[in-house]
């Protein structure tokens, strides 16, 4: 990636740092790029400085990183230095870019290697980041790498500026839909999902608050708990609890769906989920179906139950990997994800999902989306 931002990279940096993160004249913001980020990195410290924000780039060299790795220092990587705990007590804002770059090599590493050094600082950072307020996002641009492009069969470069794209979003617009939806799927209603590809799920709700993903970071709102705290760029989407003993009927998904519980992650395609009596009965997908089974197969009682639905707010997500669900109107249906109700699984990890754009939905017989705008 170049080092020199394009004017879409110039574009997604101001809105994000103007009207996502709002960063204000004299504050303190701190930028974490790694070396295949640096142009994008570069656009966001600029536009830091242009609004009156001091800006810290701490750049993480991949080569080096690597070096590391093979050293067997995987632990060293996983602990911050002294100068970064102090950087992040006096900061009012953070960007993290996700590298690094080569994530072909990154996902043959094992899972104790990754662990030592993904999770070794999480705890205490969150902790520090809640009590300070922090205000942070992540940057799915960081994603963008050669081995996922070809993975997933799709143009690097449109993927990327996808992403970048929809991180223009308005995310006021994206915060009232989010409200209006939320207030509507509240209490214990029953919801109805409807596609012309054969989709018609009946499903009902928990009874428990749905959260509102608008893209500004929450960081003194306990709902938003763990790394949900920090928004995710781009964002734009409404999480709604399930009743996990409501569900009949059929979705039939439009977008391929993800394996995200570790890398590499496996894409599922032309999934289709057959409920009866409140339970999965079946399921089949065009591409993907053996690993999903046998991933299935390894799943804990509540497996077969609803957990979560998702309704995307973000006017300007596509066709994009990983973030399909994002896009306006578009549902996601996730199974076995449940914690909230006493016949699902307490796992927070979900068995699988299916996606499905420009559907119709209604509650308690009222249509709230139709055809992927909201009413």
Sequence with gaps: MSESPSSLERAAARNLVENYLRVKPGENVIVESWTHTLSMSSAMVDEVRRVGGSAL???????????????????????????????????????????????GRLEKLPERTLDEWATGWVDRWYKIARSTGLRGGRMDVGWVTDKRARQWGVSKNRWMNGLLEACLADPKEMARSGTRLA????????????????????????GVPSTVYDGYPHPKNK??????????????????????????G???????????????????????????????????????????????????????????????LNPKVGNLPYREPLGLGCVQLVVGANAYQTQGSKS??????????GSEISVDGTPVVRAGKIL
């Design 250 to 312: 059929r979705i039939v998904s439009t977008y391929r769906s993800y394996d995200v519980t570790w890398f590499p992650w496996t894409t599922y395609s032309g999934g289709r989920f057959e409920f009866s009596d409140g339970k999965l009965t079946s399921f089949s997908f065009e591409e993907g179906e053996a690993p999903f089974a046998k991933r299935y197969a390894q799943r804990k009682p509540g497996k077969d139950r609803t957990g979560l639905l998702s309704i995307g």
């Design 57 to 103: 780039l701490v750049y993480e060299d991949d080569d080096a990183w690597w070096r590391a790795v093979e050293r067997k220092q995987a632990k060293l990587l996983g602990r911050l230095s002294a100068p970064e705990w102090a950087a992040l007590k006096a900061a009012d804002v953070y960007v993290q870019f996700w590298g690094p770059a080569d994530s």
């Design 223 to 248: 709902s938003y708990s763990g790394a949900d705290m920090l928004a995710n760029f781009p964002e734009g989407r409404l999480r709604i609890p399930l009743d996990a003993k409501t569900a009949e």
């Design 183 to 206: 207030r509507v799927f509240s209490g214990t209603k029953k919801v109805r999902i409807t596609h012309p590809n054969g989709t018609d799920l009946e499903l009902a709700l928990a």
């Design 348 to 357: 927070p990890n979900d068995t699988g999902s299916v996606c499905l754009a």
